[in-house]
């Protein structure tokens, strides 16, 4: 059973940055970032295949957030600049067992995180 856990998770300033990390603890294929906020549903934030070529964004994040990978790590990132409150919320991580290109639904995926709180101020 693979494990996957989030970090970075902080209060910041609108504008601000920060930089999530999930770690696996075995071997996944394509990865994902999820956000969710209270009284919302899991929404998708970004999401990149297995060799890390290809990666998708929700247009609500387009040109602010990058997601990467290191699979040497097993690591999977997501770069956040400048920042709104619209984008506080939870962020899990989500990975796939047989997927190698990251679907934007959620139910696709077979691992999940316990969530890292980003919480940005006005």
């Known amino acids: 059973q693979v494990q996957l856990v989030e970090s970075g998770g902080s209060l910041v300033q609108a504008g601000g940055s920060l930089r999530l990390s999930c770690v696996s603890s075995?071997?996944?294929?394509?990865m994902a970032w999820f956000r969710q906020a209270p009284g919302k549903e899991r929404e998708f934030v970004a999401g990149i295949s297995w060799s890390g070529a290809s990666t998708n964004y929700a247009d609500s994040v387009k040109g602010r957030f990058t997601i990467s990978r290191d699979n040497a790590k097993i690591t999977v990132y997501l770069q956040m600049n400048s920042l709104k409150p619209e984008d506080t919320a939870v962020y899990y991580c989500?990975?796939?067992?047989?997927?190698?290109?990251?679907?934007?639904?959620?139910?696709?995926?077979?691992?999940w995180g316990q969530g890292t709180q980003v919480t940005v101020s006005s």
């Open positions: 075995g071997r996944t294929f394509a």
């Open positions: 989500a990975a796939c067992s047989v997927l190698r290109i990251a679907p934007r639904e959620a139910g696709p995926y077979d691992y």
